[in-house]
């Protein structure tokens, strides 16, 4: 938590900087979401690593910016993410796939997916190397019977009308279980 929470700091105080020079502790508390005791914590830290320069404007105002050191944090945490976030996606494209080609075995004719979903071109993306066409539904009510579809992690409509066997829900693949 700690490095996702100093990435979050380090990432407000570059944003919120744009936009005003002068940034409180309770700007920055707020847009985190951390109390402000342990945004201080973090601010104490980072400014002692040499990331975070701190700036009294008065006996009771200080204001907060970024070291180049700061930004080359940034940087290096943002560029992390990016490469954990890409690995995360392969992996699910791979089962995505996995799962789509196993589908057009067993007979199904049409990849769809009920609901919006963030990972939607992935499993368009699928169904393009299946050679299946790839449908959108918005309730479960309109699934042909021959389609393999899956879940959105955000749908919240009526339960499935068709059978377990031509379903994956993607909450399910996006926690790792089968």
Same mark, same amino acid.
């Given at each position: 938590?700690?490095?996702?929470? $100093?990435? @979050? @700091?380090? =990432?407000?105080?570059?944003?919120?900087? /744009?936009?005003? &020079?002068?940034?409180?502790?309770?700007?920055?508390?707020?847009? %985190?979401?951390?109390?402000?005791?342990?945004? =201080?914590?973090?601010?104490?830290?980072?400014?002692?690593?040499?990331?975070?320069?701190?700036? /009294?404007?008065?006996? +009771?105002?200080?204001?907060?910016?970024?070291? &180049?050191?700061? !930004?080359?944090?940034?940087?290096?945490?943002?560029? +992390?993410?990016?490469? +954990?976030?890409?690995?995360?996606?392969?992996?699910? /494209?791979?089962?995505?796939?996995? %799962?789509?080609?196993?589908?057009?075995?067993?007979?199904?004719?049409?990849?769809?997916?009920?609901?919006?979903?963030?990972?939607?071109?992935? %499993?368009?993306?699928?169904?393009?190397?299946?050679?299946?066409? #790839? !449908?959108? #539904?918005?309730?479960?009510?309109?699934? &042909?019977?021959?389609?393999?579809?899956?879940?959105?992690?955000?749908?919240?409509?009526? &339960?499935?009308?068709?059978?377990? $066997?031509?379903?994956?829900?993607?909450?399910? @693949?996006?926690?790792?279980?089968?």
């Amino acid at each position: 938590m700690d490095q996702d929470s $100093e990435y @979050l @700091l380090l =990432n407000s105080i570059h944003e919120l900087g /744009k936009l005003r &020079p002068e940034i409180s502790q309770r700007d920055l508390s707020r847009a %985190i979401h951390l109390s402000l005791g342990m945004t =201080n914590t973090l601010l104490k830290r980072l400014s002692q690593k040499g990331f975070v320069l701190v700036q /009294k404007i008065s006996p +009771r105002r200080v204001t907060y910016a970024l070291t &180049p050191d700061g !930004m080359n944090e940034l940087a290096g945490k943002t560029w +992390r993410y990016l490469k +954990r976030t890409m690995k995360t996606v392969v992996t699910y /494209k791979e089962a995505i796939v996995t %799962i789509t080609r196993d589908a057009k075995e067993r007979g199904y004719c049409t990849i769809g997916l009920l609901g919006k979903s963030d990972i939607d071109f992935v %499993i368009e993306y699928a169904a393009g190397e299946s050679k299946l066409p #790839f !449908m959108r #539904f918005d309730s479960s009510s309109s699934i &042909p019977l021959d389609s393999f579809v899956f879940v959105s992690e955000n749908y919240t409509g009526a &339960p499935l009308a068709v059978s377990e $066997e031509s379903v994956a829900h993607i909450y399910t @693949l996006l926690a790792g279980q089968p």
